[in-house]
């Protein structure tokens, strides 16, 4: 089946700190793959999306490779703010399906 | 551009009771889709609504229900309340229903709660 697997959380790190949060997936197909970000009380906004291998999707500092070899879409910064404090998900589709999968989400602290 | 708005924000209901919670789309979208967030967890999909027609189903049973409105607002209706139904209610909205290229767009939510 299709499924996200993301690293355990919560993660709490120090502002200016390099983050990693990996993320594995299977899938049936081929997927696109995404990250999204929720803040507290509010609902998911996309972060970053890539469509293929080897595709790199990059938005406010975040980024992530499609590696198919590995089947993971870990997400990166180089250096977290305290704004960056959300829990972050990851997810799958598999075009031209209509169903999203999503990992449990983790959890991010940023401390000044 | 008016973004994806749910109501109500917060509801409580007793078990066995029934739940109806409304969606307005983002402008130009005509696609929508619900997903269930328990505490702790990942958003599971229960259905998407593409031209007022159920266009594929997630792993809920039938007492999930929904429509799609012309104007591509949609409600999600649970009949026969469980706990188990307590979470985070989440519409999404996006240009078109094969959505590769065309991610969601969510809503703040509707937080049930049933006791």
């Known amino acids: 089946g299709n499924s996200v697997t993301q690293m355990e959380g919560p993660v709490t790190l120090s502002e200016e700190a390099f983050l990693t949060i990996n993320c594995t997936y299977t899938?049936?197909?081929?997927?696109?793959l995404f990250w999204y970000v929720q803040y507290p009380g509010e609902g998911l906004q996309l972060l970053l999306k890539?469509?293929?291998?080897?595709d790199k999707g990059s938005n406010k500092g975040f980024e992530a490779t499609y590696r198919k070899e590995t089947t993971s879409f870990h997400l990166e910064k180089g250096s977290v703010q305290v704004s960056d404090s959300a829990v972050y998900f990851c997810?799958?589709?598999?075009?031209?399906?209509?169903?999203?999968?999503f990992g449990t989400g983790t959890s991010l602290t940023v401390i000044p | 551009e008016t973004g994806v708005t749910q109501s109500p924000t917060h509801l409580i209901k007793t078990r066995g009771q029934q739940v109806t919670l409304r969606c307005s789309s983002q402008?130009?979208?005509?696609?929508v889709s619900w997903y269930q967030q328990a505490l702790g967890q990942g958003p599971q999909f229960i259905f998407q609504?593409?031209?007022?027609?159920?266009?594929g189903r997630g792993n809920f049973p039938p007492r999930f229900s929904g429509l799609q409105f012309p104007n591509y607002s949609s409600e999600l209706n649970v009949n026969a309340l469980e706990l188990d139904d307590s979470a985070l209610y989440l519409c999404?909205?996006?240009?078109?229903?094969?959505?590769?290229?065309?991610?969601?767009?969510f809503g703040n939510g509707t937080r049930l709660t049933v006791t």
């Open positions: 999404a909205s996006s240009l078109d229903p094969g959505q590769g290229n065309s991610p969601l767009h």
């Open positions: 899938a049936t197909g081929y997927p696109s």
């Open positions: 890539a469509t293929k291998a080897d």
């Open positions: 997810a799958l589709i598999i075009p031209p399906g209509n169903q999203f999968y």
């Open positions: 402008s130009g979208h005509n696609t």
């Open positions: 609504y593409y031209r007022e027609e159920e266009n």
